[in-house]
């Protein structure tokens, strides 16, 4: 398991030079420790509840914006929003009489 990412950003940069993974996206996935699996508990088993592996917290989608630290023990990247990577823009949504009666035209 040690040097996995230094193994994967070596690989990563060799095809791209310079990319360290960034805009990658990364899904974060919550739930509590009662829902785990067995598997992540001392002698297999969850003293805390029944494994579930549908129960889960809304995920949340965020992207690798730029590798801020990387050394011998550990690699850390700042993770942004969607809408806070450079260069990307919001589409224009345009608001008719039609849709929204009495209110007039906006872009």
């Known amino acids: 398991m040690l040097s996995t990412f230094t193994a ?42 029944t494994p579930d592996p549908t129960a889960a917290m809304p ?17 850390e990247w700042e993770c942004v929003a969607a809408f806070d990577l450079v260069n990307v823009k919001v589409p224009k949504r345009i608001c008719t009489r039609d849709i929204f009666p009495g209110i007039g035209t906006f872009v």
Do not use: H, S
């Not at 995920?59 to 690699?75: G, S």
């Open 8 to 49: 994967l950003l070596l690989d990563i940069n060799q095809t791209t030079p310079g990319n360290d993974l960034n805009g990658a996206k990364l899904t974060r996935i919550r739930t509590l420790a009662r829902y785990l699996d067995n598997a992540n508990f001392p002698n297999n088993t969850n003293n805390l509840g």
């Open 59 to 75: 995920e949340e989608i965020y992207y690798l914006d730029r590798k801020t630290v990387e050394n011998r023990n550990m690699v």
